[in-house]
């Protein structure tokens, strides 16, 4: 009962003492550096580079800002396998995460964030010669800095440009391609041979995760 | 701060990594090989062998080592025995099919190929004249390995022959004691004891009696008993019977005697069981077929005329022969024990046949016939009655085909044929005494076909991916909707591949 009533008091504080809340949009690139050799299948590089569009809304608590993030990331990765076909990693989910930045400079505010998630990956053999997807959550932490630059400068309160670089590490389960099968763009005659799967392994897509982004703030 | 940040854009920057070798070369898996119950295919620049069980989910991986050149099923079992490693450490993976464990044994020699006995237990490596390898400066092709399947022991052996390379591997009867082993060069032979490969080979060089060139081995063949080696060489008419005389702790003694006086030898081939020792020949010249006594003392013991062209024979059906002529449409069939005969002329021109000796029948396949036959392609069967006294009586029954039979494979329990013509989707199965046809079209060509005889399944293989493509179906069904088509196979396994740099 006691902690009740101090989260609440605190709450009302900051509320009372909160300038009006931050909403800011985003749009960036976030990339995942995979050194697993089984990455090699789809890419040339161990760089996983995806697009990133953002929303945060931020609170204000008495010391810092806390951002609740939400966000959506895609990419692809594709490269030519035993020099005969292609084979596609599509990788592309949704994020949510708390960031809690603190203003030490007035366009430097250092952040740490946790983030959860949940990604679909979508490995393509050959064009749809083999094909599957598989679903997996992930966790991610990410410490960075974010260099607010204000469009005009009459307040705390303006609309301001965000550059955000940050640099963490994203955990995932092992993606297992256990049952890849043919996909064909047209549906195949109903007394088509049934195929079988085939089964390719497991894909590690965890590592060290980067991002680099530009948001606006209002 | 500034610093700091640039310190870690070179970290990132430096952290790009390149692409590794594992997916980078091009992969040609050697050719599928089946066991009873299995498909194997070893993909060498991987290091897998794709292991297809047709009542699994999906096709399972073994590694193996690098090098793969050569993958060959061990007869009675359910390995797989694959040459592998570097022509300085060759080594012999022996892939077990049903548990997909693998056995590395380290080989005495880069060996280019293996020979099995009929009964899986002994095989034998050896050199292949033509395939040089160019990181050795030099190959002693009169060493071969002996594998013992049951114990796993490798062993070399020196031959000591004054020929080149070795030609062939002639297996003798399977022995408590002993099994004798006969490898053939172009000047000679050399027999040993797989049991007891310790023991120094036995050389038995051929050269034509009161002639100064030498002859080549064509063919070789051993007795029932084990106590003779037949040989058929160039430039002779003669049969060579090497009698092979038991000499304790040590390889038989050999002594050469040629027997036969008939002109243009050109197949050699064992007695129906049960006969007394002596060697079928077959004349192209005196065109006749000879029993000729292996001791030379009989003149002949039993003796057919046969019409022109006929040249090869085959074990039949009980103690009858087949003589037939590949390319000619004759065929006769002889009952050696008591001489009888029957021929037939086919409607085309003949291929090697497939036999079903239990029920007395032989195929073969016709790219074109007669025309009066219709002039396609056709498959004849011949069977022989011999309920006559004085003769046999052959029949030949004919089955039109829309194309030439190109992919084949045979169920010789159950006395089934199954084919498929050339650039045909269509899969046949012929049963071959009772000639009931069923067929089933799959979704591609088919190229070859394996019958699995535990699983009852037939595999049939298409030639549509570098990796792999088959459909497996039960030919006593045929049922489409209950086959299955594995396509790409030859990737299973892909991501769980072993990183090069980390794997000796």
Known sequence: MNRFLLCVTLFSSSLAHAELPNVSLSVGAQTQVVTGRDFDLVGNDDHFMRLRLGAAYALHPPVGRLDLEAAYVDGLKSSTLHQAMKAQLGLRGFEVGALYRYPLHRHLEPYARLGTGYDWGVLVVGEGRLEETVANPFGSALFGAQLPMQLADRGTKDPSVVFDLGVGYTLRPEYAFHRLTPKTASPLPPDSVPNQAVDFGSLGLSGITYRLQLALRI | ?504
């Open chain 2, 1 to 504: 701060m500034m610093r700091s940040l640039f310190l870690l854009g070179l970290f990132l920057a430096f952290s790009c990594g390149t692409r590794g070798a594992l997916y980078t070369a091009p992969i040609q898996p050697l050719g599928l090989v089946a066991t009873s119950s299995a498909l194997v295919l070893v993909v060498p620049e991987n290091r897998r062998a794709v292991i297809i069980h047709p009542d699994e989910p999906a096709p399972r991986t073994a590694s193996l080592s690098e090098g793969a050149r050569i993958a060959v099923s061990v007869p009675g079992s359910e390995l797989v025995a694959v040459l592998a490693g570097s022509s300085k450490s060759p080594v012999v993976d022996l892939v077990d099919a049903s548990s997909g464990s693998v056995i590395t044994l380290p080989s005495p020699g880069a060996f280019d190929t293996i020979h099995f006995s009929p009964n899986g237990r002994i095989g034998v490596l050896t050199y292949l004249a033509g395939k040089t390898k160019p990181e050795l400066a030099a190959r002693n092709l009169n060493e071969v390995g002996v594998l013992d399947a049951e114990t796993f022991a490798l062993t070399r052996l020196q031959l000591d022959t004054e020929s080149l390379s070795p030609r062939a591997v002639v297996f003798g009867p399977s022995e408590d004691s002993r099994q004798l082993i006969a490898v053939t060069f172009e000047r000679g032979v050399a027999i040993f004891d797989a049991f007891r490969p310790g023991l120094p080979a036995r050389r038995v060089p051929i050269r034509a009696p009161g002639g100064a060139e030498d002859s080549s081995v064509l063919e070789a063949l051993f007795s029932e008993n084990g106590r003779w080696l037949f040989i058929r060489a160039s430039r002779l008419d003669e049969v060579i019977a090497v009698e092979l005389t038991s000499v304790e702790g040590a390889i038989p003694a050999a002594s050469v005697n040629f027997i036969g006086s008939g002109r243009g030898l050109t197949d050699i081939e064992l007695p129906p069981p049960g006969s007394p020792e002596g060697i079928i020949a077959v004349y192209t010249g005196s065109q006749e077929a000879v029993f000729l006594d292996a001791t030379g003392i009989a003149e002949n013991l039993a003796q057919v005329s046969l019409p022109p062209k006929v040249s090869s024979a085959r074990p039949f059906s009980g103690s009858q022969l087949l003589l037939f002529a590949p390319g000619a449409p004759e065929v006769v069939a002889w009952n050696v024990a008591d001489g009888r005969t029957g021929s037939a002329k086919l409607e085309g021109a003949l291929s090697q046949p497939a036999l079903f000796s239990g029920m007395g029948r032989a195929l073969f396949s016709h790219s074109t016939t007669t025309p009066s036959a219709g002039g396609g392609p056709a498959l004849s069967v011949f069977s022989v009655d011999d309920s006559a006294p004085n003769r046999l009586r052959a029949y030949v029954q004919s089955i039109q085909l829309r194309a030439p039979a190109a992919a084949q494979a045979s169920d010789e329990a159950s006395g089934t044929l199954f084919f498929a013509g050339r650039d045909e989707q269509t899969v046949v199965t012929l049963k071959v005494r009772s000639l009931e046809l069923s067929e089933a079209t799959l979704d591609a060509d088919v190229a070859e076909l394996f019958f699995l005889p535990a699983r009852g399944i037939l595999a049939a293989v298409h030639s549509t991916s570098a990796f792999g493509d088959l459909t497996l179906i039960d030919p006593d069904r045929f049922d489409r909707a209950e086959a299955k088509r594995l396509r790409d196979f030859g990737l299973s396994g892909e991501l769980d591949r072993p990183n090069p740099e980390l794997v000796p």
